[in-house]
C-alpha cells in the first residue's frame, strides 16, 4: 500500500486552512498545529499549491490560503494531491510463467486492487474539508 502520512497531514493542513476562512496563514502556524516541521509542512502545501488546492502569497503578511470553498475539496482531492502513483502496487516485477500462479496471478490479483483502490477514492470523495472542520468543531465543543 503506498498511501503516506503526507494524505493525513494534507488534510490537517486544509482543514487548518479552512477553520480561519479566507485569512491567510504562515506556514510555521500550520505547522505548529501539526507539531511538525515548518518546511515539511511548506513541501506538503506546495503540493496542495500545484494541485490547485490553497494559493501562497508571499511578503510580510505572506501565507496560505484555500484555493477554494472547503465545501468542495473532496478528501480524496487532498488524497490525489500527495498520492499521485497507484493506491495499491502489484508485482514489481512480471512473475514466472513457469508457474501456473505466477501465469495468472496479475491479472486477478490486478481487478482486486482496482476495485478496492476505487472503492477507497469513492468513500474519500464523500467527505469534504468543510465536513471534517465541521466534526473537529463539534468535538471541541462537546469537550468544553
Known sequence: MTVSSRTSV????????????????????????????????RRILGQLRDAGLVEATEGRHGGWTLARSPSTITLADAYRAMEP???????????????????HIQRFLGDELDAA???LERRLGETTIADVLDQVLEAERLSS
Open 10 to 41: 494534507a488534510i490537517h493542513a486544509l482543514t487548518k486552512l479552512a477553520e480561519r476562512g479566507g485569512q491567510t496563514r504562515p506556514s510555521a502556524e500550520i505547522a505548529e498545529s501539526l507539531a511538525s516541521n515548518p518546511v515539511l509542512v
Open 117 to 119: 483502490a476505487l472503492a
Open 85 to 103: 502513483g497507484p493506491l495499491l502496487a502489484g508485482h514489481p516485477h512480471e512473475p514466472s510463467a513457469a508457474c501456473v500462479v505466477g501465469r
